[in-house]
């Protein structure tokens, strides 16, 4: 499929450096010490792992834009099991 090639570009995986796999030990830590106090509320899981682990990643890098929206909501239904939620954000390739 041509649609997968281009989104294939964005998954190429390549050895982690000494400093990702640094900062990857960083966001367990950080994460596992928050858990480890009880309850942990879903913008806080965002903000300790889903937002530095973009980051790493390359989300925030050229051509890739990120864009926040009101929330969209989405259902996804697998076998038996209808899976409800909000989608707050999105990316996109830049047309730059």
């Given amino acids: 499929m041509k649609s997968n090639a281009l989104f294939t570009d ?16 960083r966001i367990i830590s950080d994460f596992e010490r928050y858990l480890n106090t009880g309850k942990i509320s879903e913008g806080l899981v965002k903000l300790l792992t889903i937002e530095p682990l973009m980051r790493l990643a390359g989300f925030y890098d050229v051509p890739i ?32």
């Fill in 65 to 96: 834009r990120l864009t926040m929206e009101d929330s969209i909501a989405i259902a996804v239904e697998n076998e038996d099991r209808i899976i409800t939620g909000r989608m707050d954000i999105l990316n996109q390739q830049s047309s730059k």
């Fill in 10 to 25: 964005f998954l190429s995986l390549e050895p982690l450096s000494e400093f990702e796999q640094q900062d990857l030990l």
